[in-house]
């Protein structure tokens, strides 16, 4: 699929891709979720599709609160507080023990909570909102929610292809 350039496929980008991956994440045996057996976020690291799903629900989080504070004219620290650009690694691992606690299917709950919340916020913004004006640096909002939605969905989904495959699952 091409990258999103206006509201409208960004909204399809999104639902194909998380529809995909749900697809991918339903068919997964609960026991197999919290092994680590994925390249993690961090060079030589392993990950669990746990994990997985929680960094997803944690960069999903962190574009609702981005829009939150921007919405009420407050300073938003660039990915998130005390974490630079060229720490997401350590922003990932923060993510897995933020969710420690979460069984898969409470995740995938949270997943589909944060998801629906950002098609909501999608859906309230006009597409000049979008697409039209610098929202972070030179990047649009639809470029940085695209960036950490609909991308990572099929990124995940192909891991978790990749995964199955090995694993020999259907």
């Known amino acids: ?9 960004l909204v399809k980008a999104i639902a194909d891709n998380y529809k995909k991956l749900t697809s991918e994440l339903s068919t997964i045996p609960t026991d197999l ?8 976020h961090s060079k030589n690291t ?18 609702l609160k981005w829009n939150d504070k921007k919405s009420k004219g407050l300073a938003v620290d660039f990915p998130e507080t005390g974490f ?13 023990k933020d969710y ?27 597409n000049k909102e979008l697409y039209e004006v610098a929202w ?20 995940a989904k192909d891991r978790i292809r990749k995964w199955k495959k090995v694993k020999q699952l259907k």
């Open 1 to 9: 699929m091409a990258i999103p350039k206006d509201k409208e496929e």
């Open 33 to 40: 979720t919290t092994i680590k057996e994925l390249e993690g």
């Open 46 to 63: 392993l990950m669990s599709i746990k994990d997985l799903v929680a960094h997803l629900v944690g960069w999903g989080q962190l574009v």
């Open 84 to 96: 630079k650009w060229n720490e997401l690694g350590l922003l990932a691992q923060k993510f897995y």
């Open 100 to 126: 420690e606690k979460d069984d898969f299917e409470t995740l995938n709950k949270k997943l589909d909570k944060t998801t629906n919340e950002i098609l909501n916020l999608i859906e309230s913004k006009t």
């Open 136 to 155: 972070y640096d030179k990047w649009t909002f639809g470029k940085m929610i695209q960036l950490n939605t609909s991308s990572p969905f099929k990124n």
